[in-house]
């Protein structure tokens, strides 16, 4: 079945490491997208990427870093400059990006981050 | 700017009484999309439906019912008869020229049995 695979579900990470999640589509979707959600703030937009070898900064970028070498896999690097990394993070995609804001985004099922 | 409130931040009903999420919207674009999705406990996110903004009418699939007016800048979801599995947290999110999605802060639903 097509889909949207992240990994690992759970994540620890010790303070002043950097943690890569993955994220894997075999939709292929052009667009793929990393959300962060904390209780109460929905889902705010990191990084988002609409064609191989292009990303954008969302609305909360600092702290992180992502990679775009291949259409199927869009890893978010959650890096030490990120102050308070815990929370669950969502992985998603679409089947066009620029353009196509009509376009439905597909989820992943999700990582939990946590401090040690 | 876009904005979309979601002003219900949790609300609960008992099982077979029909409920109404809102959402209010906010966007300087003429054409734009909303969009209704539901996460379940299990925490992934599904897409339940899509408008675009020059088509106001309703649309009906089962038991969820979706209501957009623009004239108030809202578009809200009606779940009747609700159901014990319809427990969960339901976003509204909007997309205009910009390509990104903006969600609201959703509302978690609990249907008690």
């Known amino acids: 079945d097509g889909g949207i695979t992240q990994s690992p579900k759970y994540l620890f990470r010790k303070e002043g490491q950097n943690v890569t999640l993955s994220c894997e589509q075999n939709?292929?979707?052009?667009?793929m997208y990393w959300y962060r959600q904390d209780p109460g703030q929905g889902l705010r937009l990191i990084y988002y990427?609409?064609?191989?070898?292009?990303?954008q900064k969302g609305d909360i970028a600092e702290g992180y870093s992502v990679s775009r070498e291949k259409k199927e896999s869009f890893p978010l690097t959650v890096t030490s400059a990120q102050k308070n990394p815990t929370a669950f993070y969502l992985c998603?995609?679409?089947?066009?990006?620029?353009?196509?804001?009509?376009?439905?985004?597909?989820f992943g099922d999700g990582t939990r981050l946590s401090i040690l | 700017a876009q904005k979309v409130t979601q002003a219900q931040t949790e609300i609960s009903v008992v099982e077979k009484e029909d409920v109404t999420l809102d959402c209010v919207y906010e966007t300087r674009d003429t054409t734009y999309y909303l969009f209704w999705y539901k996460q379940p406990p299990s925490g992934e996110l599904v897409f339940l439906i899509r408008r675009n903004s020059f088509d106001e009418q309703n649309e009906i699939s089962g038991r969820y019912s979706w209501n957009f007016q623009k004239s108030t800048s809202s578009f809200n979801f009606t779940i009747t008869a609700s159901q014990v599995v319809d427990s969960a947290v339901y976003f509204c999110a909007l997309s205009d020229r910009d390509d990104k999605i903006i969600f609201g802060k959703g509302t978690r639903l609990h249907i008690l049995p």
């Open positions: 990427s609409q064609i191989v070898n292009d990303f």
């Open positions: 939709l292929n979707h052009d667009a």
């Open positions: 998603a995609s679409s089947i066009h990006g620029r353009g196509d804001s009509n376009q439905p985004q597909h």
